[in-house]
């Protein structure tokens, strides 16, 4: 997992200000700041602003991470190599959980159009779900990358 977050902060930086992506930068890392306990009885909902909402699975958890809510952000902070989260606010969510926990497999990447590294580094990732969303992610972030490059090469005509 330690590759894996080391790859965090680049797809942060390649997201420039997309909100989907960023948020699910701070699910990725959210699974890597916390316990398997926690990551089980919570999720990652939303990242607003500098405000990441997460649910738990019920009040006790809730208010377990509340007292320990800030060793977290520190962590999250650290693991994104920058103050992206200045805020946790929870929300007890048992539904929401759940259907986080069992989402059903997503459907398989071409990952011919991935770096070998990245596919062998993403491995260490054992949840399906989640490595296959990171992947996705990965892979958005480098189809946009190679798009700017080609219109940077290949600029438009300007209309008069």
């Known amino acids: 997992m330690e590759s894996i977050a080391r790859l965090i902060p680049d797809v942060v930086k390649f997201a420039d200000g997309q909100d989907d992506v960023l948020a699910a930068a701070c699910g990725a890392a959210w699974a890597l700041a916390v316990g398997d306990a926690t990551l089980k009885a919570s999720r990652v ?18 208010r377990q991470l509340e007292a320990i809510a800030p060793q977290i952000l520190f962590q999250l902070n650290h693991i994104l190599r920058q103050t992206l989260v200045t805020r946790i606010h929870l929300t007890v969510d048992e539904k929401f959980v759940a259907l986080a926990r069992y989402k059903p497999p997503s459907p398989p990447l071409p990952v011919a159009v991935l770096p070998e590294d990245l596919v062998s580094s993403a491995s260490v990732i054992t949840d399906e779900s989640m ?23 290949h600029p438009e005509p300007r209309k008069t």
């Open 45 to 62: 909902v939303s990242l607003t602003g500098r405000t990441l909402t997460v649910a738990t699975h019920d009040a006790r958890w809730k």
């Open 131 to 153: 490595r296959a969303q990171f992947l996705r992610l990965a892979a958005a972030c480098l189809a946009r990358d190679r798009q700017m490059e080609s219109a940077s090469r």
